[in-house]
């Protein structure tokens, strides 16, 4: 059985859970790669004590796994861009194989990190990227490839999920609840890279370039956070059938392609909307398939590491081959990657959900119908609740159906220079995943 | 870019819509494949009007494609155990390689043509056998390759959940049900394979060889059909918190393996109870990943095709090329297959759901509650509704918690010999799938 040597580079949450698993489950792994898969180096400024390594070659400086000449595949877990990035380049430039779960390495250097493995003839491997355990990036790549993608829209942030599920199932704010997230760390102590979408952002962009064929577009997704979902909408959500979800969704549109990150309602009836706490998945509609869903945990040691692990055994079977046998890191040829554009927000198509502060007076909703009517937005649903004791302002809550969102925006705006109107109209985008 | 011959036999309801699909997405397939892929030769009886084949060659005689020596690929489509077995051992003795979506001929006989395709030095290939559309086997084989398998569980015959689905909503009868999925075209005219379970239990085998690395054991399989499911139970079922499904489950014990399809109650809290109608999903339990669950459609020409074509897909990577860079048909190499097991049903474990129609006289409950105790089986649950008028006999619900099946099967047979109880006690299986 061929030998195929590994080096880890960082030994965190992710790192050490690989190292784990690998030695865990080594004779069903290497039954599988029909290899004989064996951690050879690691590039750890410090040892893990969870982790025996005992016997394996640590190196406190990560560059020297990239310059060992038995490595075949180096894989790289300590993130972010800079010195994650040097080390990625200098391994292919070396002939390595890398296997990588750096969502924000991935969708920010992608293209260029794709023509140096290229150039090199080595691959670089990214399933644990985007959504922890689930094997979603083969799924998409290889399992779905005879379909033209039609959409694909995931809770792809745990974090922002579990916040979302607390708010709706306990009434309780958003504040109150990250703080919590962030007690059982599940939330950094800066959460903004979780629940201002920049997170969930990393990962749509390559899911949304492998579903349609393009190069990563970073700089394009639109992203919104969930910092200003209130309780309340929360609620009404519900009440009209709804789960609010932070979504990252990609559609492909003839003249371009959506690609926004942002909460979300979507019909309770969805399985999508069934997904609670910080579990993750991903519908795909697919022309010829239909929808089809991939769900488990987004993030964790070990969960994060059997993404990571599977795509060590599929390099081993490439390790010493032609390596224009593997399925290309997008999915598409390189040469064959599409051009089509990435919309932007206001040319994209979806329904709202808008609360608004009228003054409980007959005629309101008349005027407000007619702003919309004018602009081509028709009512779906719509619940007024009767004001409250001392209360001079009701909620007056609006589904709309679909509609070009830079419409809708400028409705919004005549609705609030009313002077029935007080404050400023809640909206969120509704979409049915049909 | 090289070209890939295929050859596709069989141009009925999934062999046009691969026909088809191949077709309309031949830019991005071709791109995703590297490979100009070419339908160059189809066996079937007759045309089909669903199909512009125009230009291709079509040949009355099936056995044609396998002797054509410009096939590369040759897709299997007739369905059944005997000619489609005969055509596929020919292709491969004729080095080419073999797709297929036949469950039964893989489950039956795939020991058999694995090994032949090992000595041609060709492959086959099946993910359309289980699940349809849904990349299950890929997501399983190679998505989590790092993982030892606990356990995995499906909904994967769409014809036994929809008349289950519609049973528990809207109270009807299976037999009333089963005409009307027969009206719709879900159902066959002899609709046993799907409700008694034998077409489950053809994906169930293949699955959990896959999961646990043994040999196809289909003689081993325990069946039971949804046929005696009655509304009655459905809606105990319901008021209990759970769901009734059609459920196949293999789980790796100590001491063997469980392998079984059978009416199954899950809590409703499960994504896997939410899914309805004649959708498929199935759940897999990694011991690095958790549960992760692959959703979507389980027939139907199209999503079907979706499967096949995924597999051409990944053939053509390896048409001319050493086929030992692929991945082993069950995921391990065949020479590593373990010898575990498939254990009696008598000996695997579960909870049960038990309906037992007793006097409404003191004393019963003790009696039944002391038998059930004495086997060592606590209840977990229990509802006994007053009779109805003229009613003698009161149904008594009870859920036990998970023992040995035999235990509770000698348990059943002492509560059916008490006076005070009347007709044989209903049983159903109970899963927590946690």
Redesign the interface.
Known sequence: MKQVNVGICGLGTVGS?TFN??S??KD??N????SNIVVSHIGARRPNSACDTTGVNISADIFAVAEDPDIDILVELIGGTTVAKDLVVRALQNGKHVVTANKALIAEFGNELFDIAKNHKVTISY?AAVA????II??L????????IEWLAGIINGTGNFILTEMRDKGREFEDVLEEAQALGYAEADPTFDVEGIDAAHKLVILSSIAF?TPLQFEKVFTEGISKVSPLDVFYAGELGYSIKHLGLTRKRENGIELRVHPTLIPKTR?LA??DGVMN?IVVK????????????GA?S??T??????DI??VS??VG??V??N??PL???LD?LSSDDVLPIEQTETAFYLRIAAVDKPGVLSKISQILSDAGISIEALIQKEPKEDQEFVPLIILTNKAIEKNIIDAIEKIEQLDTVKENVVRIRVESLK
Chains 1, 2 share one sequence.
């Open positions: 859970g698993v690998l865990r489950n069903d792994i039954a599988r790669a029909a399933e922890g355990g689930i094997p083969g799924a790549r290889e399992g779905l490839a005879a379909n033209k064929g399985l069934n997904v998945a697919g022309d010829a398939v239909g929808p089809t869903l991939y769900y488990g945990a964790g070990e969960a590491a059997s993404a990571v692990i599977a055994v599929r079977r490439l081959e032609r224009n046998l399925v290309p999915g598409y040829s064959k």
